[in-house]
Nanobody, 117 residues
Framework: QVQLVESGGGLVQPGGSLRLSCAAS????????MGWYRQAPGNQRELVAI???????NYADSVKGRFTISRDAAKNTVDLQMNSLKPEDTAVYYC???????????WGQGTQVTVSS
């Protein structure tokens, strides 16, 4: 039933790193544009990074140069490497998949990332 499952969240100090992973089941990531979104309490969900056709990437200005999104077709996963983390990166991070043709969207359950001393 579950098609996208995030993992890798946790507590990290400012300046630290985390790697989030989105594992897909029942669907193949090769047929989807994949993205990472985040939502902090009281805020709207915002786009963090997206990878189109497994090649072209786009990032929010706030994470550019610090975060890297990647797709591993063999593992059927999409990762988000987060470096130089800041307290303002604290949020629940969600994996998103949008089908190339149908444009249907799928969402993971989210994983908590907390950046604090």
């Amino acid at each position: 039933q579950v098609q996208l499952v995030e993992s890798g969240g946790g507590l990290v100090q400012p300046g630290g790193s985390l790697r989030l992973s989105c594992a897909a089941s029942r669907i193949m990531v090769s047929f989807y544009n994949m993205g990472w979104y985040r939502q902090a309490p009281g805020n709207q969900r915002e786009l963090v990074a997206i990878i189109i056709d497994g090649r072209t990437t786009n990032y929010a200005d706030s994470v550019k140069g610090r975060f890297t999104i990647s797709r591993d077709a063999a593992k059927n996963t999409v990762d988000l490497q987060m470096n130089s983390l800041k307290p303002e990166d604290t949020a629940v991070y969600y994996c998103n998949a949008q089908h190339h043709i149908t444009r249907a969207n799928l969402w993971g359950q989210g994983t908590q990332v907390t950046v604090s001393s």
